[in-house]
């Protein structure tokens, strides 16, 4: 079974998360504040692991960069380059400023 990490755990990580686990695949969400998806584990996602960046991007035979623009570099130093290497990753960023961010 090929594992999938997915690097970011907003409302497009975690939607993400849910739609390769509904198609078979293993899959481990990376975030930098794990607790924060206690409740969301709890209800949405009881099958998918939790873990840091760099936890997922080991466990991962594909990775999904799925967090905002600005922040990509910083987390995928996180990741480790040597646990990105040689694996397929999709970039799922979007490249707004913290000015254009929707509100909630």
Known sequence: MKKVGIVGSGVVGKTLALGFHKH???VMIG???P???DEWKAIDGKEIQVGDFQSTAEFADLIVLAVKGSASIEVLDMAGKHNLDGKIVIDTTNPIDNSQA???
């Open 102 to 104: 929707p509100v909630n």
């Open 35 to 37: 607790e924060r998806l």
């Open 31 to 33: 975030t930098q504040h």
């Open 24 to 26: 078979g695949y293993s």
